[in-house]
């Protein structure tokens, strides 16, 4: 059976560069990718991006920003922790230390939500919702089978794959130029749009834009091709996706309890198989909302040592079905009986609890508004100018073109390009941006 080698999977190499980095004392190329991804414009505008609560009022909950420094910090731990341990084989590349594993995944874990569009996940759905309505009325008939699944099904890790490699820093050359091992462990979802695994998953994370770039990283790592345009995830990419995991299971409900939507008992007694039998402290008034909120975070920091450990465990465990690409299922489900349970069980509260809530559904609602308002007036500009670089636009296109700023596309491009620069335009936007804009659009605020 093939398999996949660490010297290869660790690469150092620069994408879109063709000289090789230097290693600095206590700097590697792996180092230097979280400082390029921490001081990009569009790790920035997480701050003001939708993790759970669409437009919350309350500054004490997770915005994508704060979500995904929390991820890259429970992946730095994973990815030292797992390559201590893969250090003593005798197959471990003597260059690669600790530490630089540690900084790949959590890079990798810095990045992984830098695609995703205003108001997060139901953004994604109420764009998909727009462009399949769109697709009705004939809207993407000049594009390919393969270019329409695209915009039916647009993904934020495919967003985020062309914002790494496309848009920041060195536009269309390699954009911020990561190292081959960051971009494979970002790779969530290693296939694209039109392949019938996305079909099946309702997920893919590379545009037909990128395919290239995707088969470019895939040979230099040496992953296993599974198809056309296919290939098996990285190993470190189950760690990235873990990190994830554990900071969703943990953190989504302590943003509940700052929110009157859980009770801290319910979190308390989700947590107890890890920290012990549940105490309920007296209620005084020195007891209610900022100590409640304090002793789930003394609580978090002990369950999360427990549920990295387990995941480290399990990844020792699976290195060869890891490495032959062949792993069923993500690396939670191989853990311990003990976090399966509570991790599927703070999901499951999650789900029903939080996500369920009325004023979750208010605010989706009104997102989705805002979100077609913007779809309404960009998209049939932007298809308005290409194809025929002597005819005029109508004098609303151009507003809405100029708007677009560096993202408007050019007369020569295709259909397919024109949407990929306007979505690069919108995928970009804040919540609050979007709001503002939408208002704006529609002479709320003139």
């Not at 001081?39 to 920035?44: V, Y």
Request: net charge negative.
């Amino acid at each position: 059976m093939s398999t996949m080698q660490w010297q290869r999977l660790l690469d150092d190499q620069r994408i879109g560069k063709p000289s090789k980095d230097y290693h600095e004392i206590g700097r590697t190329p792996f180092h230097k990718d979280y400082d390029r991804l921490i001081f990009s414009s569009a790790f920035r505008r997480l701050g003001h991006k939708t993790q759970v609560h669409s437009l919350s009022h309350n500054d004490h909950v997770h915005n994508r920003l704060t979500h995904s420094l929390e991820v890259s910090s429970v992946g730095r731990s994973l990815g030292i922790s797992v390559a201590q341990q893969l250090s003593q084989h005798r197959h471990w590349p003597d260059w690669v230390q600790p530490h630089d594993v540690g900084a790949i995944v959590q890079s990798a874990c810095l990045g992984h939500d830098i695609g995703n569009p205003p108001f997060g996940h139901f953004g994604e759905n109420a764009i998909r919702g727009w462009f399949a309505r769109y697709h009705e009325a004939g809207g993407l008939r000049n594009l390919s089978m393969a270019e329409q699944f695209d915009m039916l099904n647009f993904e934020g890790n495919a967003q985020g794959l062309r914002t790494l490699t496309q848009l920041e820093y060195h536009q269309f050359k390699g954009g911020m130029r990561l190292t081959y091992a960051t971009l494979g462990s970002f790779l969530k979802y290693p296939w694209l749009a039109s392949n019938p695994l996305a079909q099946e998953t309702k997920k893919y994370g590379v545009l037909q834009a990128e395919a290239p770039i995707l088969n470019e990283i895939a040979k230099r790592l040496g992953l296993l091709q599974l198809g056309d345009h296919h290939w098996c995830r990285h190993p470190l990419v189950y760690l990235m996706e873990a990190a994830d995991d554990i900071c969703y299971a943990i953190v989504d409900l302590e943003d509940g309890v700052e929110l009157g939507i859980l009770d801290e008992v319910d979190v308390m007694t989700l947590f107890a198989p890890i920290t012990g039998p549940l105490v309920v402290p007296e209620r005084t008034p020195m007891t209610d909302e900022y100590y409640s909120t304090r002793r789930l975070a003394l609580l978090r920091g002990k369950v999360i040592n427990y549920l990295v450990s387990a995941c480290a465990t399990a990844f020792i465990e699976q290195e060869q079905a890891l490495l032959q690409g062949c792993l069923e299922g993500d690396l939670i489900s191989h853990t311990d009986p003990v976090t399966q349970q509570v991790i599927g069980n703070a999901k499951l509260l999650a789900r029903k609890r939080i996500f369920e809530s009325p004023q979750r559904h208010r605010t989706e609602l009104g997102a989705s508004a805002i979100l077609e308002t913007i779809l309404d007036g960009f998209v049939p500009a932007a298809l308005e100018r290409i194809g025929n670089p002597t005819r005029e636009v109508s004098f609303k296109a151009q507003k809405y073109l100029v708007l677009m700023g560096t993202h408007q596309p050019e007369a020569s491009v295709t259909a397919y390009q024109a949407l990929c620069h306007t979505m690069d335009f919108i995928a970009g936007m804040t919540d609050k941006y979007a709001v503002t804009l939408a208002r704006q659009l529609k002479g709320e605020l003139l």
